[in-house]
């Protein structure tokens, strides 16, 4: 009985927390103004490549820095699905698109699907070599997918237009998109971690020997939990390119993979909720932060501009977090952990 109640509970929290967050998205696409839903924007779409990322890092356990690189393929798929057969003559510059790349034309919706599938298919195939290894090998080696995948969209012309980038992508992205493919992609991953193959992934993150002697297929679940976290990267870049509506190589360098590593770390490797919660506080505390670097007058006293002071600031936070909370703010644990634990001590 008890069981049975705080399982109706967790449901109706749980149902609560979707309501409010559908809520949301609707009430800042209709009352904030252009620059916040802007913001708002970004933060819905690194949560999506926040959470996905935290899959294959945190709770599975592997020590992947690819993003940069699906995230770039996510939104190159896009473009190239979203402009133009006129567009893309006037803008390719340094050599003529190929016929095929001026025949793709689709809707917003099968331009995101394409590209998280994409992603998926090249993170499949990845997984074959790249799972041969493990530990800080596995990161080089990922880390190398990321600067190959630049290279090529430097040295693709006729596809990605080189080093210009495409410009001019139809400004699909809102919050009713970028919202509702963020709560999408947080309920789909939290069911994983909450299924067998969650359970698996976690096995091998703690121990993959035993894992393994235990019976657990460690590549299947690894691959699982690649795919599906380059499928949401993916669509993530998708997203991001009818934001942004321009791309260029120079977006999908190693910082960008670097900012979602720090995002989830101070969350906690391995949560989700974490996850959320890093992302809002990089993100938007970052654009927060922003009059640190302009002349500031508090209380008679004045200071002139400090152009980086906030990134100083940022840092130092950084620092803070890293010494009180080694493990990141919500370290393993999901927001429902932090309910049941309030239960337990009643």
Known sequence: MINDSIFTKQRIINLGIIITAIWFTWFAQQVFDEYTVRIINNVAIFIILAVSYNLINGVTGQFSLEPNGFVAIGAYVTAILLVDKEGMLYQYDISD????????????????????????????????????VRGDYLAIVTLGFGFIIRILAINSPEITNGSLGINDIPQFSNLYWTGGVAIFAVLAILNIIYSKYGRAM??????????????????????????????????????????????SPDLFTFF??????????IGGLGSTTGAIIGTVMVMAGLEWMRFLDEPINFMGIHTDALPGMRMVVFALILIVVMLFAREGLMGKKELKDLFKKKKANK
Request: glycine letters at 6%; a neutral charge.
């Open 256 to 265: 960008f993979t670097f900012q979602l590593l720090i995002i989830i770390v």
């Open 97 to 132: 698109p190929y016929p095929w790349v001026l025949a793709l034309q689709t809707n917003f919706f099968w331009a995101l699907i394409l590209s998280g599938i994409i992603s998926a298919l090249l993170a499949l195939s990845l997984s074959f070599p790249v799972f041969r």
């Open 202 to 247: 976690k096995a091998v993150r703690d121990d993959e020997d035993a894992a393994s002697a235990m019976g657990i297929n460690t590549f299947k679940v690894k691959t699982l939990a690649f795919t599906t976290s380059a499928f949401f990267e993916g669509v993530g870049g998708g997203l991001l390119a009818a934001l942004l509506t321009s791309i």
